[in-house]
């Protein structure tokens, strides 16, 4: 059997161990495993397939022999290496923004675009958490008629900073309960107790980086570049899985049965909405696994042919680590 | 001085402890001050302008002699009291949603509709807390030009429950430290580290009572009857204070210069908006005070003619005790 060597980019982030653990559950066919991260990492240990790998430095010359670089890391880092990830001729499936918008570089959601993946030249991005969830919950719509327009506002965990987000949550929640403050590093407010409607950094038209990314990738990922999206995006004191409520408009009118038929068989979506049984999508039910949960789907009041939808799905797995593999597994299959 | 006799039906829960708080602090001209409740909370002492005072069982004969009652029971009290409470003279605020929609009882939020209390018939209702909230948020622009359309995402916090909802989120939290598991009573799933779309109870079209609220209620106050609204409501591990997530469309445009300049000038508003500076409103700051916050004013994306908004108040002040005592000063004023 063919195998191919791996390189994770940013291997000691909440990323990249999740992209580790996702090669061994869907079994990629890994020959060498390379785990990269900066200096201070060197000679940390990870599991991986019942040993343990040891971290080594990412230097421009890493990559020799290397298919495949999983790129977890800043976006100061994937643009500094990618001319040598390219060079040494592997294809970087980049889980940073650095790409995502570059007409060169392919942005895909497996689910969703799977064949732009053809029209790579040795980098391909890994969308937005958010992005990957809404617009996997959402396009078996499109495939009824084309979205028009979207209006959500997200619900996002404290893991979508990163490794250190959910242990500043917590470090809060034990001060909190000592009587104690903790001063936020992670995050510009304290989270626990709290919702903070500022990711990301502010940029045009008084909206955040963050919540451009759901207009601008959206458009890219779904090949609909008239799409319009409002986004407010907003952090909630939860671990893990984001959230969203999101106004989905079409072209045509979709009713909520024929909605609920198509997102009940679209690829990566499991529908759970049956509200007056208090069954529908929330982040302790939809975490550590790939799917993007969709529920509450009702009419929306306000917009012709729209639907008012509510998705969860676990950021750090389909939102970002599981992404990137199923990318891998296009480029393979 | 004049001083009117005031009962408070519902007076052990966290509404009706916070409208002795909110009489105390404005200094309402109280004569006598009577505490109604179930018969298991008789004897109950409660502070009040430095004295105690006993909790007394709500009965039919309990209104002689008052002037205001203030309610703070369930709907199914309300709705038993109401004709004793009228016809022992007495005007019934009453904040359950037992009477709201009836065409012969104002809904009234006073920095919006003050005028419409002259047109009771011995009962005036305390709208919803969400859309007491979001309609003081927003009601400056109704001025500039009529609200046609709002689509609003809620982040509701525990105490909008009652008393016992912090309660929980606490066990919960304190639970979860220790590796237990805390089964919810109150909520109807977990609340620590999660968001649950359900508040009230399922009704027409797949909405919840508690989303048809802004629609049904926001109407009436603001007296557009017909405006559309589309609302999500989601409880969020927060202890206190509601945020909503709304996009507004008006029937001309108004800008965000314009927006923030009515905002911060409008009655029971402050306006807290810059997305660089970090500052917009977050629940932590908003809570214990009858200020509606409003910030992340942007233009709608999707919509023509709409402004994105963000605000925060605190739900059992303004959404609630806050609102009931200030529409009884609009009675003696």
Redesign the interface.
Known sequence: MKTYNVAILGATGAVGREMMKILEERDFPVGELKLLASARSVGKLLPFKGREIAVEEAKHDSFAGMDFVLGASSNAVAKDMAPYIVEAGAVFIDNSSAFRMDPQVPLVVPEINAEDVKNHHGIIANPNCTTIITTTAVNALNSLSPIT???A?T?QAASGAGANGPVELMAE??AG?KGEIYEPKVF???LA??????IGS?SD????TEELKL?NEGRKIMHLPEM???C?C?R????RSH?V?V?V?TKDKIT?EQAREVISKAPGCRLVDN??A?E?????ETSDQDLVYV?????????DNAL?I?CCGDQIRKGAATNAVQIAECLIG
């Open positions: 327009a979207m209006i506002s619900y929640v034990e309960l510009v407010k304290q107790y709290n919702v903070i409607p500022d502010a038209h008084d909206y955040t207009l319009k999206v409002t407010t907003v909630v004191p939860v671990v959230s409520s106004t408009q909520v509200l007056a208090h529908y999508p929330i982040p302790l529920g509450r789907i009702r009419e929306d009041m306000v917009l008012a509510w």
